[in-house]
């Protein structure tokens, strides 16, 4: 008996589960990023976290209209997380 490919359909079924479960969670994650039940520091950490890519620190940088625009915050909202996170924890 050739054993080479028995664990394959599991193998697929498992690979399968894990991209549908993925795809849920970055579902679940456009739909938190936008919501108002977060708050605006946690909406703009969503959407980081879904682009792997960090809050510029320049409140002018060109991105920062396109997060407001994906989290649907208002710019200032986008730019008062910028300042927050820019101020010393004392």
Do not use: C, Y
Not at 31 to 50: C, K
């Amino acid at each position: 008996m050739n054993t080479t490919h028995d664990g394959f359909p599991d193998f697929r079924a498992r690979a399968e589960r894990a991209a549908r479960e993925a795809a849920e969670r970055r579902e679940q994650a456009l739909v938190d990023q936008r919501s108002p039940e977060n708050t605006n520091d946690a909406r703009v950490r969503i959407w980081e976290r879904l682009h792997q890519v960090r809050l510029p620190k320049d409140p002018a940088h060109a991105i920062l209209a396109i997060i407001a625009k994906q989290t649907g915050m208002k710019l200032g909202d986008v730019q008062e997380v910028q300042r927050a996170r820019a101020t010393p924890v004392a």
